[in-house]
Structures are given as C-alpha cells and as structure tokens.
C-alpha cells in the first residue's frame, strides 16, 4: 500500500500534561510509504496543547474517519481556555514536500506515490516553516482561533495521474459547512464517495457522526478491523488472512491456541 491512515478516539477531554501518556498519543497519523524503502513520511493533524508538531491529544481534539477522508474539529470552551489550550490546530509534514498547490480553498501536496488533500477552517490559515525551532525539518499548515476545523482527503497517484485530474476530482465532492460556526456541524462527500456528517461535542470527547446515512455507534466497532486482521470485539479471536490462508488465534483459558 502507498500509505497508511489512522485517527484515535478519546471519550473525554483531559488536561493532565504529568504521569499521562496523551502527550505521546498520535491522534492523527498518516504514513506515506517511501518507494525506495528509506524515509517514509509521518503527516499529523491535531490541536497544539503538547507540541506544535500537533502529536498527543490536545483537549477537544475530535475526528470522523471514512477510508482516506477525515474531518477534524478543535472548539475551545470555557474549560479549554482556562487550561490554555492553544487556538490553533496544525497540519504537520516534513517541510522536503515543499509548499502546497492551490485549489479553491484546498491546499494539495504530492507525497511520494500519494496525494494529500486539505481543507482548513479558521479564523487565519498560513504556512509555518520550520514548525518550530526545534523541528527544522518540518513544515506546519496553521488553522487559528477558538473554532478550527479541517478536512483531509488522501489518494494514490496511480488513481489520479496529476494534478489537473485530482482538480476534477475534488470539484465533484462537495461540503457543507453552513452550520459549522453555530454548531460544529460539516458535512463531506469525499474523493471516494463517502458521505460523513461531523457534529462537534462541545464537552466531550467524541463528535456525533453519521457516515453513509448510518450513525457512527463505537460500542458495535471490531477491535482490530484491517484487510489482513480482524477480531470483533469480545470475541477472543485473532484472525490473519494472507493471499494464501487464514490463522485464527484464540483466547483459552490455557492460553492461546492457534487455528487454521
């Protein structure tokens, strides 16, 4: 695969910055595969409370994940402000890719053998390079204020040969973001066709979301759900497909036990 996308879903806030591992969370990882095996690219996305290289979970970070398509919120409340969460959320990738092409309101980077498709909401949006001081190698796109949202989309270039039919492609997918500054709401159909509909949780730490006409419910969710591994969750089984067989393991009281 050219690349890999994962977001995390905390259920509440937290604020502990000690004795925590939310600092060392990734809540937003996007991995691009490097062809030549060497220097894969690590892309991140997320509020700022731990490090402007937008890693751990700043409180009130909140996702919806479709296949390559993500929305992401951050709305400061009262609780955020006085804690000093920063108000702004990055977009984090190494600063070799270069600035971003310009489409209507998406910024767009080809990485590697992918592209990577981004929609920011915020009160300004600017570039940041380096991200900090200390993180020379990286560049950050910067959404600020107490209301920053983004969408991102990724695609294989072997989908979109260059950058004219990405353009096309991103003129067929629509959003609506009307209530967004009222009530956290944005909806997305994505390069895929997915349709996900994000609404904020101001206090939480899970948005309400509807994917595909079906409202996201997380207690129903696999524990691992991949192309090659699956395990429903209380099931006590492991299942690893490979283009020749499939292994089960399961949970004994003896131990596990491995099936084929």
Not at 166 to 190: C, P, R, V
Request: glycine share 6%; with cysteine; charged share 25%.
């Amino acid at each position: 695969s050219d690349y890999s996308l994962a977001t995390l879903i905390e259920p509440q806030r937290s604020y502990q910055v000690k004795g925590t591992i939310n600092a060392q969370y990734a809540t937003y990882k996007l991995v691009v595969r490097d062809p030549k095996g060497q220097n894969n690219a690590a892309i991140s996305l997320a509020g700022t409370f731990h490090t402007p290289m937008a890693t751990g979970r700043s409180p009130g970070d909140q996702y919806v994940q479709e296949r390559g398509a993500v929305i992401y919120q951050l709305r400061l409340n009262d609780k955020d402000k006085a804690a000093k969460v920063p108000a702004r959320s990055h977009l984090v990738l190494p600063a070799r890719y270069g600035q971003p092409q310009r489409h209507r309101d998406w910024y767009i980077w080809r990485i590697e053998n992918t592209w990577l498709c981004a929609r920011p909401w915020g009160d300004n949006i600017n570039l940041q390079n380096p991200v900090s001081e200390r993180d020379k190698d990286y560049q950050a796109l910067v959404a600020t204020g107490d209301n920053t949202a983004w969408i991102t989309d990724v695609a294989r270039v072997a989908d979109y040969r260059d950058l004219a039919s990405l353009k096309t492609a991103l003129d067929k997918t629509s959003i609506d973001d009307q209530n967004w500054n009222s009530k956290g709401e944005i909806s997305y159909t994505s390069l895929l066709g997915d349709r996900i509909v994000m609404t904020y949780a101001p206090n939480g730490g899970i948005a309400r979301a509807n994917i595909n006409g079906k409202e996201r419910i997380l207690k129903d969710w696999p524990a691992i759900a991949s192309p090659y591994m699956q395990q429903n969750l209380n099931s006590g089984v492991l299942e690893v497909k490979t283009p020749k067989e499939t292994w089960r393991l399961q949970a004994t009281l003896t131990g596990p036990k491995w099936q084929n």
